[in-house]
């Protein structure tokens, strides 16, 4: 079975400071990928990064950095210097495929919800 | 890029009532399109999948006479929640999977902004 976990149900960081959002997955499937989207309080989805299991190289966008490690199954986020912008609920998702076969369903972490304060 | 709209974006109503959500993929076809339930402070919970068609698959749990989902054409699905109660009050969220040969991007599935609905 898919699961996806998010440990961290709340972080609370101070403006500037780096934090890092934890993800862990399980899968069967050889080929999968992984996701991160942000929910700001108006609740929409926003799409962040995509991650395919046979790419393991570390990205980089920005503030946002991305550690996905297969030996662990995670798959961790980085703000660094953190903006009370970024306040918002941070999901992990996981999918099997991208087309064909299964509906690549999407499978989602619990999210956690990052406060920044000024 | 794809653009899915969810409509209404807020909805507020007497209990009993009942309530259509659409959600249309506006620059591709769609035949594969998802209902996600969010309670406050939760995940996205996979409510059922609409199926151009077909009827649709509802997830363990979820009645099919409360969430009626018609997904009657390649852009468009709607979800009715029949005689709505204060329990189903919640956050949805509609989601579509564009059809292959449709330009994808980076996600399998592309989300709506979401419904907020509120039974007094």
Known sequence: AQKVTQAQTEISVVEKEDVTLDCVYETRDTTYYLFWYKQPPSGELVFLIRRNSFDEQNEISGRYSWNFQKSTSSFNFTITASQVVDSAVYFCALSDTEYGGSQGNLIFGKGTKLSVKP | ?120
């Not at chain 2, 939760?42 to 009645?63: F, H, I, R």
């Not at chain 2, 919640?90 to 509120?118: E, M, V």
Request: proline letters at 4%; hydrophobic letters at 35%; one cysteine or more.
């Open chain 2, 1 to 120: 890029g794809a653009v899915v709209s969810q409509h209404p974006s807020r909805v507020i109503c007497k209990s009993g009532t009942s309530v259509k959500i659409e959600c249309r993929s506006l620059d591709f076809q769609a035949t594969t399109m998802f209902w996600y339930r969010q309670f406050p402070k939760k995940s996205l919970m996979l409510m059922a999948t609409s199926n151009e068609g077909s009827k649709a698959t509802y997830e363990q749990g979820v009645e099919k006479d409360k969430f009626l989902i018609n997904h009657a054409s390649l852009t468009l699905s709607t979800l009715t929640v029949t005689s709505a109660h204060p329990e189903d009050s919640s956050f949805y969220i509609c989601s579509a999977r564009p059809d292959r040969g449709f330009f994808w991007g980076n996600q399998p599935q592309h989300f709506g902004d979401g419904t907020r609905l509120s039974i007094l």
